[in-house]
């Protein structure tokens, strides 16, 4: 079994809203159904990208019902707005399973709100039997960063990242492939650092001595609160794997010889 996640940073261009990248992701489909021609069993996850993140940092709304000091109107501008991320992130994951029906992967998708609740940001309670009853009939389930209602704050946002940590304990995947736009993770972050080096292989208490962006970024923290996930991830036993999947060919590549392509593997223990 195998966890993919398709980052936002590589199906959505991320600063152009609700921008998706049409190209790379009919790409990418055809790369995941040639992967699973050898009776992989699968579970892709994406990211919301442009779809998301842009909205929601803009009407605060992973702050949920925090913050408003209980005015009406902001209080119904909040839920107003956190109702229009969680449609443009639908229509995100309906071109994403339409792309892959196209090219004949079944796929079931399952949206994180109808199966999840959270309580301060966290998922207290996630049902896995759409996902275990998919993939019994052999189709690949497909879910996504989402808003979710939330105990303490209303609602809060769940990202992809974190749906995959709770499949990972549930399902326990030999690998987690997070494809994004960079080639694995580096030192530090290479878009800002052209001398940042590529880490070819990590164990969880190396994670601290990284230079990672976005604890002050997007909503779901951006590769700071990706990899606090991932870390968790490999304590599960899973192989961690960060691949660049805006470069044609990488991912099915790996999947024949790993040495052949540049990309990172955290796991517990080397
Ligand atoms: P999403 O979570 O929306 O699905 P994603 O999974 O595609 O997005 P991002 O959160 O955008 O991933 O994270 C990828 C970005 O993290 C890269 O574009 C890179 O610029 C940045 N980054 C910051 N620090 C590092 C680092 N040390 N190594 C690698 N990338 C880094
Ligand atoms: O892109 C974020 O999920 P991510 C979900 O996986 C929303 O971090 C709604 C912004």
Same mark, same amino acid.
């Given at each position: 079994m195998y966890l993919l996640k398709l980052g936002g940073s590589v199906i959505t261009q991320k600063d152009k809203m609700c921008t998706l990248r049409k190209d790379v992701l009919s790409r990418l489909v055809r790369e995941i159904a040639e992967v699973m021609?050898?009776?992989?069993? @699968?579970i892709i996850v994406h990211g919301a990208g442009s779809f998301g993140?842009?909205?929601?940092?803009?009407?605060?709304?992973?702050?949920?019902?925090?913050? @408003?000091?209980?005015?009406?109107?902001?209080?119904?501008?909040? !839920?107003l707005a956190m109702a229009h991320v969680q449609a443009d992130v639908r229509r995100l994951n309906l071109s994403v399973c339409e792309q892959l029906e196209n090219v004949g992967v079944p796929c079931f998708s399952i949206a994180p709100a109808s199966v999840g609740l959270m309580r301060g940001g966290r998922l207290v309670h996630f049902d896995m039997e759409a996902f275990r009853h998919s993939l019994g009939l052999g189709m690949?389930?497909?879910? /996504?960063?989402?808003?979710?209602l939330?105990?303490?704050?209303? /609602?809060?946002?769940? +990202?992809?990242?974190? !749906?995959?940590?709770?499949?990972?304990?549930? /399902?326990?995947?030999?690998?987690?492939?997070?494809?994004?736009d960079?080639?694995?993770?580096?030192?530090?972050?290479?878009?800002?650092?052209?001398?940042?080096?590529? @880490?070819?292989?990590?164990?969880? +208490?190396?994670?601290?001595?990284? +230079?990672? +962006?976005?604890?002050?970024?997007?909503?779901?923290g951006a590769m700071y609160g990706k990899m606090g996930e991932a870390v968790?991830?490999?304590?599960?036993?899973?192989?961690?794997? /960060?691949l660049n999947g805006l470069v044609e060919g990488r991912l099915p590549r790996f999947f024949e010889d790993e040495d052949s392509v540049?990309?990172?593997?955290?796991?517990?223990a080397r």
């Open positions: 021609r050898k009776d992989r069993e @699968l993140h842009l909205r929601a940092k803009k009407a605060g709304v992973h702050l949920g019902l925090r913050d @408003l000091d209980g005015e009406e109107k902001r209080i119904h501008e909040r !839920i690949v389930p497909v879910s /996504f960063g989402d808003v979710l939330d105990e303490s704050m209303g /609602f809060s946002i769940c +990202s992809g990242d974190q !749906i995959l940590l709770e499949l990972a304990r549930e /399902f326990h995947p030999e690998k987690v492939i997070f494809l994004s960079v080639d694995g993770i580096y030192d530090r972050d290479p878009k800002t650092h052209g001398d940042a080096r590529l @880490l070819p292989h990590l164990t969880p +208490s190396d994670i601290e001595e990284l +230079s990672l +962006s976005g604890k002050e970024g997007d909503v779901t968790e991830m490999a304590k599960t036993g899973a192989r961690v794997i /960060f540049p990309h990172t593997t955290l796991e517990e």
